[in-house]
């Protein structure tokens, strides 16, 4: 059944058939994709993401400004982790606030939906600074993006088709695309 109204404006009624997007949803549906490989042995939840990334080795971390506004980087304590992209530890944030590391995000394009493929955007990420060290902190961001792509990363194919071959098209379930 629907209820309630799909475009208030025009008074028209939901439809059972109204397709919406569900942003914060791909981040439950990535993690889901990339244990499933994680249970068939693909990696380890403690791999530094630098071993499938290359460009996230050497990472620094924002430690604050310096005299005259520039951002002092730091060497991170530790690498960060798949376990950090699952649980949103990793450093990274989504570019959004109005600090310097989030402005680096904004001249880099990395905004939602605006690039190529998750490829792409991890490799910008590399160019951006840790907002703290990794396992330290939570934030939202776009760890769930590097989620996604070490699903395609480990499994050779596309995140959509990675979702339509093994998560929703077993369960009957049409799969919107994602990104």
Known sequence: KAFGMADIESRRPMRVDDMFRLYSMTKPVASV??????????????????????????????????GRGQMILEDAKREPTIQDALRHTSGLSAGGGPGPVDARYRELGLRISTLKSLHEEVQ???????????????????????????????SGVPFDQ??????????????????
């Open 124 to 154: 910008r990420l590399g160019q951006v600074p840790l907002r703290y060290q990794p396992g330290e902190q939570w934030i939202y961001g776009l760890s769930a993006d590097v989620s996604a792509y070490l699903v395609e990363y480990f």
């Open 33 to 66: 994709a990339l244990l499933m490989l994680y249970e068939e042995g693909k990696f380890q939840l403690t791999d530094p993401l630098e071993q499938y990334i290359p460009e996230f080795k050497g990472l620094k971390v924002f430690a604050g400004l310096d």
């Open 162 to 179: 990675f979702l339509n071959q093994r998560l929703f098209g077993p369960l009957g379930m049409p799969c919107p695309a994602f990104l």
